[in-house]
């Protein structure tokens, strides 16, 4: 957990850190890597005792209630693209605001964004379950202090029909164009299907981790076997005795590979790159102390203020002695591994932040077992039925699952996007994603960013609550003001993100070569926020009319 120290109340009922260093690792793992920031003690300024409305979560199941269908020649006043968390979460303040001529445009057959799509073994959330829910429907019974994708993705459904949105979410219908009508005022999007759908505003919740990313590696198209990625998981697969390679070995493989060892003849894990590995507590809580926290949740909301104060504060990436300890406790944990040249391939050998780290009790021990070998080859080519090394190495394989992640830096950028005077968004981010405040890009009037350049940090809920209280404050100016659109000015969104790349060239780490999903083809850093949580929701609290170009109707 991220807090050595607590009430009296919560020392009783939730897991505390054990040691400092510890503590320190958690810290540094999840923490708003800030380079300096403005804190207060009212963070968010939620009042805990009016926003707890969970109930237990209902088994995890598909969706019911809305039928996969397609808006067909409509127009709309806001569209929504994806319905995964900020999706949710912006539907939910639209209702708030009494606007229902909105729909939620979602490609897969269920909400939850990347908590559907994601479902391979182990699959579980690196940020403290108590910080994993939405200010205004606190869950107060995680089953362990980092919640699983099941228990995530069913509090997700939860909120879609606690809160009306489900009604308004069309499923399978991805969307794979949008062009703004500058006479009109309208965007028109072209849905994978397509059919097309009018709107006045569009909304873009697909975040970071939509677009696949897959391995150039010769002849990979080429195997006979079955071959998926590990975030469209074959379940229909039986992996029972067989010989699995792994392709990737970061965020999702430090997850599924202790998991599908047990059940596999032999897993080959092809590591490009070691990754910092932190340990982290996290015992299940009993069924004593969930119903505790049912019944007063009080321990659990003063231990989601304790974390996000915590991050608030900041732990910094810019911070040696801290860096030195997270160091020292991986190395620690590195010791797990018996054979010292197996425990020397997972030494990495870039800086400790110059990637994500990542978070697994299990992995590590893993490498002890008879079953699992770690390849530091590279792969030169695959056969119908074999990985080949260039050492000449082939191992015989029955399948390949491939974990390499996603194009993190694309954004909106996955989808054709054509603004203003028929300006693509590719064009418009030549040199890397740019945005103000990671949510409005000049040239694109009317069209709303939620996870988007520039805003990973600490909790993306957090982070998603403040962008989507900024995009409703332009809806309400839109309305009530009666404007055709709002487009950002270049001027200011030029500063605020000479600002925002200044404060992370500041933090030697993110700087440092590791080929790490932060940078943009360009080498720009485009996906991280250097500052707190906190500023963040300073910074989107309040719209300045005049870095804004408007037209009335």
């Not at 974390?307 to 020292?328: H, I, P, R, W």
Request: one cysteine or more.
């Amino acid at each position: 957990m991220l807090v050595a120290s607590f009430g009296e109340r919560v020392v009783d009922v939730v897991p505390k850190v054990v040691r400092d260093d510890d503590e320190i690792v958690h810290q540094v793992v999840r923490a708003p890597h800030c380079v300096n920031h403005r804190y207060s003690n009212s963070s968010m300024s939620i009042d805990y005792s009016t926003v707890l409305s969970y109930r237990p979560a209902h088994p995890l199941r598909v969706d019911r209630g809305v039928s996969v269908s397609t808006p067909r020649d409509r127009r709309v006043h806001v569209a929504v693209i994806g319905a995964g968390p900020g999706g949710l979460c912006m539907g939910k303040r639209l209702l708030d605001e009494g606007i229902d001529d909105f729909v939620l445009l979602e490609k897969s057959a269920g909400v939850g964004g990347t908590w559907n799509l994601n479902r391979y073994p182990g699959c579980e959330c690196d940020v403290q379950s108590a910080l994993y829910s939405f200010s205004f429907e606190v869950k107060p019974d995680w089953s362990k202090p980092y919640g699983t994708q099941p228990e995530i993705l069913a509090y997700m459904q939860h909120v879609a029909e606690q809160y009306g949105v489900l009604p308004h979410v069309r499923f399978g219908n991805g969307v794979h164009r949008a062009v703004w009508d500058e006479a009109s005022a309208t965007w028109t999007l072209t849905l994978d299907d397509g059919a097309t759908l009018t709107a006045d505003i569009v909304v873009s919740a697909i975040g970071m981790f939509n677009d696949l990313s897959w391995p150039e590696i010769d002849g990979l198209r080429d195997f006979a076997g079955p071959m998926f990625h590990s975030a469209q998981w074959d379940w229909d697969h039986d992996l029972t005795g067989e010989r699995v390679a792994v392709i990737g070995s970061a965020a999702s493989a430090v997850q599924f590979i202790p998991e599908i060892r047990k059940q596999a003849g032999m897993v080959h894990l092809f590591q490009r790159t070691a990754n910092w590995v932190t340990p982290k507590v996290d015992t299940p809580y009993s069924e004593e102390q969930l119903e505790a926290f049912r019944k007063d949740p009080t321990p659990i909301l003063q231990f989601r203020r304790e974390v996000e104060d915590s991050m608030n504060k900041g732990m910094t990436f810019t911070n040696a002695e801290k860096l030195a300890l997270a160091v020292t406790a991986v190395n620690k944990s590195l010791d797990q591994v018996v054979d010292p040249a197996v425990r020397d391939k997972l030494r990495p050998q870039h800086p400790y932040g110059c990637k994500r780290p990542l978070m697994s009790n299990a992995y590590y021990p893993a490498f002890n077992e008879p079953n699992l070998e770690l390849v530091t080859e590279h792969i030169a080519r695959i056969t119908p039925t074999s990985v080949i090394t260039d050492d000449g190495h082939e191992r015989e394989v029955d399948a390949i699952i491939v974990s390499t992640g996603f194009a993190a830096t694309k954004y909106l950028s996955a989808i054709d996007v054509v603004g203003r005077s028929g300006q693509h968004i590719d064009d418009a981010w030549n040199d890397g994603a740019t945005a103000y405040l990671g949510i409005t890009t000049a040239g694109f009037p009317n069209l709303f960013m939620l996870y988007g350049p520039n805003t990973n940090n600490g909790s993306i809920l957090t982070m998603i609550e403040y962008q989507v209280e900024h995009v409703v404050g332009h809806v309400r100016r839109i309305r009530d003001e009666h404007l055709a659109w709002v487009d950002v000015r270049p001027e200011p969104m030029a500063r605020y993100n000479d600002e925002v790349q200044q404060a992370i060239a500041n933090v030697p780490v993110w700087n440092a070569d590791c080929n790490g999903y932060y940078r943009s083809p360009s080498g720009r850093i485009v996906t991280q926020w250097p500052f707190s949580m906190l500023e963040f929701g300073e910074r989107t609290a309040a719209i300045d009319p005049a870095d804004f170009e408007v037209a009335v109707r």
